[in-house]
Every structure is written in structure tokens, then in C-alpha cells.
């Protein structure tokens, strides 16, 4: 096929994940000294005081089965991240937007409104190009609905922790149930879920993706157990957990685990609308003199750009004014400095390409097509 292992390369841009592998946002509070992780389905009792599941009483009552040098080999890889992403950080992307909320927010902000025949998917796959808002997406989803986040990237399970992957895994999806509501953000599924396999796949990544999916089905199977009993709510709800994955792949996911996600959003190439947006956004944090038909041009030229496109294209153009003057710019007041131009953005346009060319770009509008929903 050829999406072969190096142009798959090419369509994986590592650059902007997170530096851990294992980053669980905003869950810990730094103000205290024991490191308390809140979890917010505790919070929506009538209890007013939040309760605090310390990182210690955590580990010492972990739930059976999970291996404690896994679990806090999760806790220790946590990450703090100040910037947290808002839902208006992302420029479009409505119908992903509102189908986040409707499967996840709202349903772990009210569970008990969605129960029945309203019971949220456990999982959702957001496919498409790379650099086009997924993970941007994840982390906003997490920030909205109040829920401890589990960021991991499927590629860095299948190599730097091979071994301990499979303990790793169910220490994953044990946390992810004992701090529900609780996301567990995949990137680059395909690694992990791929069907290449057969042919003399790793004896231990096979053991990981099929330990992946016991776990993700029992989660499914508890869900089904509350649609059977919706009485049992309480006891269960903090059960709540989603396996939200993402991938510029989707086509090398095997059928079954395909299936596994009810849910699958195609996540496009921004609308002219969009980039726009972006472009607007990007250029408030720079003094510029680009006009309103400047602006309309540089929509135009960026045709086929991906969000990530646009905003290294921005950087680039941002440097114009700067280069010109080599190291006179050390004795220049930021006053003396130039505002950039349509012309910073037209040199950049010659190097910052679109990374996604139309040949690639069919073959995910043929897969959404297939097997996904627009948007
Ligand atoms: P993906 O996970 O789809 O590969 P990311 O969510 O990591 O892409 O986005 C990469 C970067 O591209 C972001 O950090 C942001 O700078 C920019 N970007 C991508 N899509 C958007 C968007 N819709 N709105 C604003 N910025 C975007």
C-alpha cells in the first residue's frame, strides 16, 4: 500500500506533542504540597467541598490487579500544563465541536441525563491530516467537561515502555476508572490498533493492543451493565471513561478495532472561513499593517493548508521584519522594528509549504466517506 511506513512518517508531525507520553492535564493541584488530583465526579453531590484523592491514598488503595510501579510511573509523568485549551482557542470546526459535546462534555457534566437510550459512546476516533486541531480538540474536550485526562501516544507505548506496556495499560485504564470522569486521549491509534500485524508483528506489541482491548471492553460491557440497570447509576458513575483517539492513519486501524469506535469524526483541512480566523488570531500577537484585502489574499494563498501549516507560515512571516537587519536588530528599540506585510507572508509561502498534498487529501475524504462523519 502506499501509505508505507515512511510516508506515514511524514504524515506524523511529532514535533508538537507533548514531551511526556503520559500527561494528565491540569488535574493536580499545585498549590498543594500533597499533590492532591481532584476528581471531579465527586463534586457534583450536593457536596460543596470538592473531596481530594491524594496522589498517596490513591496509590495505597489502588483497585485490585493494577501494578503499583506502573501506576506511578503514570502519576509521575503527569504533567502540568498551565495552558489549558478552550473550545474558543480552536478556530472552527463546529460540527466536531458540538459532537464532543454532545458525546462527551455534557454527558460527564450531567450523567444523569444521559443514561438509556442516551448513554455516551466509550469511544471516538477524530481522523484526518495531520496538524489540523485533534489534539488541540482533546485537550479542549477535557478542559470543558471537568475531567481527569490521560494523554498518551500509542507509538511511544509500542517502544519506550515495551514490556511493561500491558502493566502500564491496566494501570491506565485502573486510574482512568478510579479518577473518572476520566478521557484517555490516544494519539496516533493506528501504531497501536494497526492490521499490518499479522505478518510478523511483534510478538509484544501484539500482547499491548490485544490487553488494550480487554480493558476498553470492559469498560463497554459496564456501560452496557448500567443501560441494563439505570439504578445503579450512582455506584457506577464513576465509571465514566472515554477512549477518545486520534490518527492522520485511519486507514491502517484493523476492521474490528475500527468498529470498537461508534463514533468517528473526520477532522478536515480548514474551510477558507477557518483560516481566516486563524490568520486573524495569529496576527493580534504582532504588530502588522496587512490589510482586510491582504488578509482575503493570504486566505487564498494558503488553499490546502493545515491549521499547523498556517501558524508555522505565521512564525516564519513574523521573522521578515527581522531579517533584513541582521545584527543592527540588537541596538533597535521594538518601535524601530517594521510591522510586517503581505510581502513577510509571500517569501514565507515560498519555503512553508502545505504538508498534506491532493493526492493524500482524497484519500481521507474517500475514507470519511466510507467510515466517518463530516465535519
Ligand atoms: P493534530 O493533532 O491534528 O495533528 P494539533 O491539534 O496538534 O494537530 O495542532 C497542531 C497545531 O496547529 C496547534 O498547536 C495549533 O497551533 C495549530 N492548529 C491546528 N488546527 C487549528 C485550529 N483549528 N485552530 C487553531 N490552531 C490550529
Redesign the pocket.
Known sequence: YKYDAERGDRYR?DT??PSSEFATLRQVDSRSSEEAVESPARETKNDKTPKKMTKTAILKNLPPGIDESAAKQIFNDIVVQGDEVHWS?????EVAKNSLRETVVYPFLRPDLFMGLREPARGML?F????????????AVATESKSTFFSISASSLTSKYLGESEKLVRALFGLAKALAPSIIFV?EIDSLLSHRSDAGEHEATRRIKTEFLIQWSELQRAAAGREADSKLNSRNEAQRVLVLA?T?LPWAIDEAARRRFVRRQY?PL?EPK?RE??LR?LLRQQNHSLSDEDVEKLVQLTNGF???D??ALAKDAAMGPLRSLGEALLYMTKEQIRPMDLSDFELSLKSIRPSVDQEGLREYEEWAEKFGERG
Open positions: 508531525d508538537r506533542r482557542d480552536i478556530a472552527g470546526l477524530l484526518g491530516p495531520p496538524g489540523t486541531g485533534k489534539t488541540m480538540l482533546a485537550r494519539d486520534a492522520n477532522i480548514p477557518t480566523t486563524q488570531t493545515s491549521g499547523s498556517i501558524t
